[in-house]
């Protein structure tokens, strides 16, 4: 456990696959956590690794 979710999304959604109701959380702190579960999220501002196509 202990593990943090990271999300280009700025809101993103827990259900902890459906034991508890969906919730959504508003990352615009940066680092948020789900009230149910207590699964941490962060907001990242891109993907690792992802490629950047600039001409
Ligand atoms: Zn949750």
New binding site residues.
Partial sequence: MGNIIRSTEEIVS???NG??PL?YINLKDGIAR??????KFEKVDTESHAPKNTA
């Fill in positions: 827990c259900s902890d034991q508890h919730v789900c009230q149910y579960c207590g699964q």
